[in-house]
């Protein structure tokens, strides 16, 4: 599953991220590692931006980007 | 004079910080080449005075964006006697990355830890001297907005600057094989010999673009070098 296909409300955990290395490094630098818990607060009208709460604090996160956070869902 | 660089991310209260130490003595000017502010002032203290420089405020020091690159050059090339890494107690665990990253590039780093009444609100209990010692850093607990800390943190700083510490933070033994032999290369070669050999190996690592570019190598020799690593 990948991050901007979740609604709001979802947590999630992550498993992986993909894409160039810039955006990873970007990605990993805010906190989007591997095994952190995340949770969808809201979606933008088409879902771009979309907001999530992940270690304590809220990230506003592109669609494009939102796509390379590959997550497994924990609860809907 | 005492070369002090004050890092954080953005919204940490480093503005606040900058000026309690400078007061009025401030010079804003632009980094060089590029349209982003700079700031430097003196504080006097105790008979000593100390250049403080405002770094960009930066998540990450990876070099991606031109702030990350200010900060980035300025701790490894004009090497500070010391960087006050700027945390808000309030949001530690993201904060605290940045703090890691100046470690690991072997400044001098001080943990002004700002913000502890709304980290308090929050709920968090944060243990200062323990933080301390697991880092193997000073940490100053700070509400910069009150000027609680300031003083103790002018202190600090001082102190720090004729005592360097330089922890080192260990990965798993699996990603220490592959930094140790990358070590090795970049000693025996003199890869960037101006920057602290394990930084340089664990960029190299991360095939940092502008490492490998600064260095003149290519990813494909990184791979051949820890292909050798079983």
Redesign the interface.
């Known amino acids: 599953m990948r991050l901007h296909n979740l609604k709001p409300g979802t947590i999630a955990i992550v498993s992986d991220i993909v894409g160039n290395s810039a955006l990873r490094k970007k990605l990993l630098g805010m906190g989007l590692t591997k095994g952190a818990k995340l949770r969808v607060v809201r979606n933008a009208p088409l879902k771009d931006p979309m907001e999530i709460e992940v270690r304590g604090y809220h990230l506003s996160l592109r669609k494009a980007e939102a796509e390379n956070v590959i997550v497994e869902v924990k609860e809907e | 004079m005492i070369k002090v660089a004050l890092a954080g991310n953005p919204n940490v209260g480093k503005s606040v910080i900058f000026n309690a130490l400078t007061g009025a003595k401030q010079k804003v000017g632009n980094w060089p080449g590029v349209t982003v502010e700079k700031k430097e002032g003196i504080c006097e203290h105790r008979g000593k005075k100390m250049l403080i420089v405002d770094l960009p405020g930066i998540?990450?020091l990876?070099a991606?964006s031109i702030d990350e690159k200010i900060a980035r050059d300025f701790i490894l090339n004009e090497k500070p006697d010391v960087v006050v890494s700027i945390v808000d107690a309030s949001?530690i665990?993201?904060n605290l990355?940045l703090t890691l990253q100046l470690i690991e590039m072997e400044a001098n780093v001080v943990v002004a830890l700002n913000k502890m009444d709304l980290a308090k609100s929050k709920g968090y209990r944060i243990d200062a001297r323990k933080l301390s010692a697991e880092l193997g850093i000073p940490v100053v607990p700070m509400v910069a907005i009150r000027g609680e800390g300031i003083e103790e943190l002018k202190n600090t700083i001082i102190h720090a600057s004729h005592m360097q510490r330089k922890p080192v933070i260990r990965y798993s033994d699996g990603i220490e094989r592959y930094i140790e032999l990358l070590k090795s290369k970049v000693v025996e070669n003199s890869i960037l010999p101006e920057y602290p050999s394990r930084f340089v190996a664990i960029k190299l690592l991360?095939?940092d673009?502008e490492i490998l570019s600064r260095a003149g190598i290519g990813e494909e020799v990184i791979k051949e070098w820890i292909s050798s690593v079983s």
Do not use: A, G, I, P
């Open positions: 998540y990450s990876s991606v949001n665990e993201r990355y991360e095939f673009e």
